[in-house]
């Protein structure tokens, strides 16, 4: 099964994954991160294909896929 790994260090959450995922799989965490960002995670792990379309998005390089 497909997943994506944020690196919540990185992760400023800007939100521009979150319209290129075109499953709805990722959403902003409720909590805050050490730099005081909500960062992205996944909140429907079900439906992610692996596609990709989120780590390419990134302006960060805080999203990696894997299959």
Request: with cysteine.
């Amino acid at each position: 099964m497909p997943k994506i790994d944020v690196d919540v260090t990185r992760c400023k959450g800007c939100e521009l994954c979150i319209p290129a995922c075109p499953h709805d799989v990722i959403g902003l965490s409720k909590t805050f991160s050490a730099n005081g960002y909500y960062p992205a995670t996944m909140v429907k792990s079900e439906a992610c294909t692996g596609c990709k379309l989120c780590a390419f998005v990134c302006p960060d390089v805080a999203i990696t896929v894997y299959k």
